[in-house]
């Protein structure tokens, strides 16, 4: 099932609408996507897998591949590195990103299908779907929804997210 987010920061799956965070760098042209701009890209993006934190939460209901993540779990976002937009274990040398977090954002993660069938280098990394601060604040280009309406998105059966300007 494909959701569809507007630049507004709408979420619509299934003729319901789910308020939703996106990049501080707004939506842009999936063509001009690049490393740190901070924007999430125009794009249709599979579901390819979803991650956790079991210490915090139970799995969600998902019909994708669900795996807990831990304090060793990772993603790399230095373009010049060959793990380049992929899950690493920490520690790591390149500049990456830790998803064992202190606050909550993390504790379900969807892994969207950006820039890595395949990957190019600086063309964006971890466009995420996770949980959105209290007050959906601007993320670094994911897109992030409350808690409870990110497990229901997922149990609605997510199967990819469509991105429009």
Not at 4 to 12: H, I, N, Q, S
Not at 23 to 43: H, S
Not at 48 to 62: E, F, I, T
Request: include cysteine; charge should be neutral.
């Amino acid at each position: 099932m494909r959701a569809m987010v507007t630049a507004d920061g709408v979420l619509a799956l299934a003729g319901q609408r789910f308020r939703c965070a996106l990049g501080k760098g707004g939506v842009i042209a999936a063509l001009r996507k690049q490393e740190g701009d901070g924007a999430t890209p125009a794009a249709t993006m599979a579901l390819r897998r979803v991650l956790y934190r079991a210490d915090r939460l139970g799995a969600p209901d998902c019909t994708v591949a669900l795996e807990p993540i831990g304090p060793a779990d990772g993603w790399c976002d230095s373009q010049d590195d060959s793990m380049y937009n992929r899950m690493i274990n920490l520690p790591y040398s390149a500049r990456h990103e830790a998803l064992w977090r202190a606050d909550a954002l993390y504790d379900i993660v969807g892994v969207l299908g950006w820039n890595d069938a395949p990957v190019r280098r600086g063309a964006g990394s971890a466009i995420f779907l996770h949980v959105a601060t209290a007050d959906y604040a601007p993320t670094e280009g994911c897109v992030a929804l409350a808690l409870a309406d990110l497990r229901r998105v997922l149990a609605m059966g997510l199967a990819e997210v469509s991105v429009v300007l």
